[in-house]
């Protein structure tokens, strides 16, 4: 587990690679990080990945310039469909598929912000996608089409995200992408993992973790992960 830089059209961006310690290859995830970029609550999850067998890279997509700069763009790049966020977000998958210990299928996995650059990129190369309390695009169905399998999570109490779990179902069902798509009664946004340091003042009024539901999610993504990117039934 080691904090690198890889390579895009700019040049470089820094990125967390998290490497398993079984006999590889192993297949690779892109890990998308919330709207407080790369801290250590994104390193844990790829970290757990790699416990699993994935060679995963988590990259710190707000850092070229300083966080405002950034995020006006990435929200702009967001809107649009296009823009350096997304292309980071290639540069990362193509990073993993060149990587000599990758197996050459790559998911990727999201959160918040991360979430909903998830879904952006699903129609974009990868092999699944986990975009979890992430936002719609605009046009659910237009943008969509084309996705690759896709495992959604929600809380039901994510006051920002109302309706959003049954939108995406609906959207994906629509454009016929294999999809698991659920909400949680008890959990709030951001409830698969504890939060640490500037993320964990909003706990437990708008973002908390909620174990059960995490725990139900986890095993839904790990299973849709086991099944699309290693084979396994």
């Known amino acids: 587990m080691t904090d690198i830089r890889y390579p895009v059209a700019s040049g470089t961006l ?3 690679l998290a490497v398993p310690t079984t006999p590889g290859p192993w297949p690779g995830v892109v890990v998308l990080h919330k709207i407080f970029g790369l801290n250590d609550d994104i390193r844990a999850q790829a970290d757990r990945l790699a416990d699993r067998g994935y060679l995963a890279l988590a990259p710190d997509l707000f850092g070229w310039a300083s966080t405002p700069r950034c995020l006006v763009a990435s929200f702009k790049a967001m809107a649009e469909g296009e823009g350096r966020v997304i292309d980071a977000v290639e540069a990362a998958r193509t990073f993993l598929t060149s990587h000599d210990g990758c197996s050459g299928s790559v998911g990727v996995i999201g959160f918040c912000f991360g979430g909903g650059l998830a879904m952006l990129v699903a129609p974009r190369g990868f092999d699944v996608s986990a ?22 999570s929600y809380g039901a109490k994510d006051r920002t995200l109302k309706g959003a779990a049954a939108k995406l179902e609906s959207a994906l ?7 698991d798509v659920k909400e949680y009664p008890t959990a709030k946004h951001g409830f698969l993992f504890e939060h640490t340091g500037r ?5 437990p009024w708008m973002v908390a973790y909620d ?6 999610a986890w095993q839904r993504i790990d299973s849709f992960f ?3 990117l290693k084979g396994d039934v």
């Open 211 to 216: 174990a059960a539901a995490a725990d139900d």
């Open 199 to 203: 993320t964990a003042w909003t706990d």
């Open 131 to 152: 975009p979890n309390y992430g936002h719609l695009p605009r046009k659910p169905e237009q943008v969509l089409r084309g996705s690759c399998p896709t495992v959604a």
């Open 14 to 16: 820094p990125a967390h």
């Open 226 to 228: 086991e099944r699309h």
């Open 173 to 179: 069902t629509a454009v016929g992408v294999e999809h």
